[in-house]
């Protein structure tokens, strides 16, 4: 390593110097000068090295173990009981060569061992080492940190996405229905979307879509969707078939290979009392009919994304009052029992038999009865 190239890798370093003895803290000091280390710290015992880390805690620290008022095994004792800096690298350099004292060394949390005289090429190669882990391990983290906020900021926009309480309210009173929801994302963000649009004074729109996979690819699909779907033509299209050959033509120009979504897209008009469902390779809707009576809604196609010679039918069912229509993700239809079993279309058949809309409460239900969630989940509860 040329000796520019070690001045660029240890700049940003700090390191710590805890030594009684001034002609050693010296040499330290100078060898450490000479790895190019940015910021060497002394002092002169335990208690003046604890002080100046708290103040300013370093990347490695180098130790002394026989010093006055508190030695270095008192000074190890208390830094690794301290959940803030506890886990900073120390190089311990004693005049003790007993084994024993070593092996206590060790004991009390020193990372690594040189003995006095101090070898010069065996303290920078091992301080080096050193240096190196926790630059390493400062990188990691400063990604980590880079991610959260990232993650954090899909969270936002991803839920910026779906419809705000004010914008259902709004529907409900023009339309005079209720709406319930439920979305929850398996990771950080995911690749499930819904929304409901309104088409004219008495028609609007629902639709539930699920991208495979899951996390930020994931989600930017959903955030493609629903650009695509804020199209005039299309979201505020009455034929849900012909919406659904559009995203399907429209998806296959834009995602890679492998991916793929499902939709349901819904048409509720309110004079004639009815709703046309068109779904691509999307769980079975289900009708419940004023009587509480549920029936799944089965039309078999292609997924978006998949085909494009897909075709997609609109299938027409009576909306009376009192009547409900459930779309849900297959995170709901695939939610495993407590022996393995999936809930299935069925078994989403019969929960909704008795869910007067109550999403999150069933849900809960099956979680409080063993059931488990390993998808992005999204339900919506239309009743008339």
Known sequence: MTQHHAAIEFARC??????????????????????????????????????????????????????????????????????????????????????????????????????????????????????????????????????????????????????????????????????????????????????????????????????????????????????????KKDGRAIDPAAVLDRMNKRLLAVLQRGQLATMTCAVFDMAERKVTIACAGAPSPIHVGVDGAAGLITEHSHPLALVAAASYRGIEIPFRPGDAVFLYSDGLSEAAGPNGELLGEEGVRLLSERCAGDLEAEVQALRNGGWSFNDDLTAVWISG
């Open 14 to 231: 700090h390191v710590l110097v805890v030594e009684d003895n001034a002609t050693n803290r010296q040499l330290i000091f100078a060898m450490l000068e000479a790895m190019s280390v940015g910021r060497i710290e002394e002092a002169v015992d335990g208690i003046d090295g604890l002080d100046k880390l708290a103040k300013a805690p370093p990347d490695l620290i180098i130790l002394d173990i026989m010093m006055p008022r508190m030695d270095g095994f008192e000074f190890l004792a208390h830094l690794r009981a301290d959940p803030v800096h506890g886990e900073i690298p120390v190089l311990v350099a004693t005049a003790l060569h007993d084994a024993n004292e070593r092996a206590r060394a060790f004991d009390a949390g020193a990372s690594d061992y040189v003995t006095k005289p101090i070898d010069r090429r065996e303290f920078m190669a091992r301080a080096s080492v050193h240096l190196r882990s926790q630059m390493q391990l400062t990188s990691l983290r400063q990604y980590q940190d880079r991610m959260s906020r990232d993650i954090a900021a899909a969270q936002s926009m991803q839920q910026a996405l779906l419809p705000k309480p004010d914008r259902i309210a709004e529907i409900e009173g023009i339309y005079g229905v209720k709406l319930a929801s439920l979305f929850q994302s398996s990771d950080e963000v995911g690749g499930d979307l819904w929304d409901v649009i309104p088409i004219d004074h008495d028609r609007f729109g629902v639709y539930l879509a699920d991208f495979t996979g899951h996390g930020v690819p994931a989600a930017i699909n959903t955030f493609r969707l629903h650009l695509m779907m804020r199209k």
